[in-house]
């Protein structure tokens, strides 16, 4: 089966540049739509024909009529076939081209923009919105063939028999049109408030998921329950009255379009009676006629189902962009040099907020260092790793390899920066694959750096063990163990590692801490930790006050020059001598 067709394409928020793109899949539903329901009026004909043919029993002219409306049948069945083949064809690659362009515009999202998104939000837009709306786009395109063009075909050859008869039979058409053009505001107001909803929904179940274990060791998962069976109601009534108005007007629409057979058979029946129609004429009219009214019937439905793509075509709407790789061209500007960062006078607030977190911080760090952060709870030690990421707009200087942070692309930061948050951030696959992230690399070395062997010969599985849901199957060490390995696999040049031993005895953290020293020694690792009990061991430390000042040294020199430090040392080497 060949490959979907998953190109770039220029202004990707013009819907009519979907059909554009696909041209030649495009040119064979219009052949085919073409034959198919201009061929399609041959039935009724030929129906006509054959009941002719059985009234005045004319055995030859049965058979021959019976064959060529077999025959038309065929192929008209073959041109059906080809058209909604082509039509699923279109649809299948608009929705992939979509997604892709969903995707590849959260791909380039800055940070500040992924803060302020709703992950809910996110999936009913890149999933059902997408769906929507491709499923009105494909019904659109039926719809010109089926409806369209089969209307026009049939018309014209209604009026071929009867003019007066075919004028009275359709009048009432236009009405339905009116009715279903009334109802497209509320239909649309309807629709859109249900999808707003979903995507509340959708967020809802996300954390609730993420969270369930929380809610049941803290009794309070009935009350969650409760206020998510209130969101499901409103969902439901929602979700009804979006979709009652564009279902359930069907039969009405049907009916309008349907009394003009009072015209069809009152004048029709008198010119069989009159002699002028044969019993095969008048069959056919009919046929026609109930064919182009149960078409017209669902041309209004289209109307109100074309409303409800148009609320899921203006919500993703946004989030199409023209596709894009991440920028992987290295330039020329930075120089390799032991000085691996420079930081001056840094300022960082996120986009969020008013005020500064951290100001006019200053630190030089070489290859082969580590540099250890601590500080008071809120005191800007996580705000420093985040800036050093070049997420966010700083303030001041910060340069990698003699060259400033901002002007590195995305993809050379990637190469430059490892960063370990709070958070494991575990995927839901295996050791190797949460490690290597889909990359083919060999993981001992790591494994054996984060004090990982003895864990893994308890593990049947090995690197290919499942971790579970965020890591749920391991214990906390574990999972801050597989994360560390992580953020080392590559040896990047500057290694940020916030709070990574929170979940890791002291003995495990001072053998990870020399694996450090010996084998990352291209590498600048700044340590943002509470715990001190290492920090004797490290280059240089930077300590955080809650009023925004630093002290900066080494650690003999901090314990004669900062009281803050001495005493938080002190106290922890006191209480781990309690512990032993």
Known sequence: MS????????????????????????????????????????????????????????????????????????????????????????????????????????????????????????????????DLCVEGMRKFT??????????????????????????????????????????????YKYTNAYRVKSSEVADMTLSTIDNALLYRISGVEHINRKNFNKELEDLQNKSIKANILGNSMQPIYNIITMLGIIAVIYFGGNKVLD????????????TLFTDIARK??????????????QVSWKRIKPYLTEYKEKNKI???F??????????????????????????????????????????PIASGKSSLGVSLLGLYPYKGSIK????ELKYYNDYKKSMMISYLGHKPQLLSDSIYNNITLGNKKDITQVLKDVCFEEDLKNMEQGVHT??????????????????????????NKIIILDDPFSAVDMKTEEKIIENLRKNYKDSLIILISHRLTIFEKLNKILIFHNDKTVEYGTHDELMKTSKLYESIYNLQCAVGDDDE
């Open 3 to 130: 490959r979907l067709n998953i190109k770039p394409m220029k202004d990707p928020d013009k819907i009519i540049n979907y059909w554009k793109k696909e041209k030649f899949v495009v040119a064979c539903i219009v052949l085919f739509g073409l034959g198919y329901n201009i061929l399609m009026v041959l039935g009724p004909i030929y129906q006509g024909k054959l009941i002719d043919s059985l009234v005045n029993k004319d055995f030859n002219s049965i058979l021959l009529t019976s064959a060529e409306f077999i025959f038309i049948i065929g192929i008209v069945q073959l041109f059906r076939y080809f058209k909604r083949f082509y039509i699923r064809r279109f649809a299948n690659s608009t929705s992939a081209t979509m997604r892709l362009m969903v995707y590849n515009n959260i791909m380039h999202k800055t940070a500040e923009e992924l803060d302020n998104e709703n992950a809910g939000n996110l999936m009913t837009r890149a999933v059902s919105d997408v």
């Open 142 to 187: 039926t719809e010109i063939f089926d409806t369209g063009v089969m209307m026009l075909t049939y018309f014209i050859f209604m009026l071929i028999y009867d003019v007066k008869i075919t004028i009275l039979s359709i009048m009432f058409i236009p009405f339905a049109y009116l009715l279903a053009e009334k109802l497209k505001v509320i239909i």
């Open 275 to 286: 002699g002028i129609w044969t019993i095969g004429t008048f069959s056919a009219f009919i």
């Open 296 to 309: 017209a019937s669902k041309a209004s439905k289209l109307m109100n189902s074309v409303q409800k793509s």
């Open 330 to 332: 290295i330039d020329g």
């Open 334 to 375: 930075d120089k390799d040099t032991n000085e691996v960062l420079s930081i001056n006078n840094l300022s960082f607030k996120y986009p969020s907020s008013d005020k500064y977190i951290i100001e006019n911080i200053n630190l030089n760090g070489m290859s082969g260092e580590i540099i250890g952060v601590t500080g």
């Open 400 to 403: 990698i390899n003699n060259k």
């Open 466 to 491: 499942l971790v579970g849901s965020g890591g749920i199957r391991l214990s906390g060490g574990q999972q801050a163990r597989i994360a560390l390995a992580r953020t080392l696999l590559n040896k």
